[in-house]
Nanobody, 122 residues
Framework: QVQLVESGGGLVQAGGSLRLSCAAS????????LGWFRQAPGKEREFVAA???????????DYADSVKGRFTISGDNAKNTVYLRMNSLKLEDTAVYYC????????????WGQGTQVTVSS
């Protein structure tokens, strides 16, 4: 069973930046797609970004429309870690951010981290 541990959350002013990290307990990129989701108070969990490894130094990324151009997801296969760089943060980005892993061949996510809080203040 893959264990995922997120870090890097915190309090930041609007317009600022944060980088989230998600470390996996075992090599994952060859078998799994890794993604970030978030859940704001009173709202459903939503997709933020996902990345899958294309071999070598190639990674393929997808983003929710709400974060395109502001967030960047990246992976480090050697470190079994996926990152989410968040720039130009907005108040509405405030949420608990979760890392997840799912089989490359499936649209589902099987493993989830415990989440890390991101709070954007005005």
């Amino acid at each position: 069973q893959v264990q995922l541990v997120e870090s890097g959350g915190g309090l930041v002013q609007a317009g600022g930046s944060l980088r989230l990290s998600c470390a996996a307990s075992e090599p994952t990129f060859s078998r799994y797609r890794l993604g970030w989701f978030r859940q704001a108070p009173g709202k459903e969990r939503e997709f933020v970004a996902a990345v899958r490894w294309g071999g070598g130094s190639v990674y393929y990324a997808d983003y929710a429309d709400s974060v395109k151009g502001r967030f960047t997801i990246s992976g480090d296969n050697a470190k079994n870690t996926v990152y989410l760089r968040m720039n130009s943060l907005k108040l509405e980005d405030t949420a608990v951010y979760y890392c997840a892993a799912g089989p490359v061949s499936s649209g589902d996510y099987t493993y989830w981290g415990q989440g890390t809080q991101v709070t954007v203040s005005s």
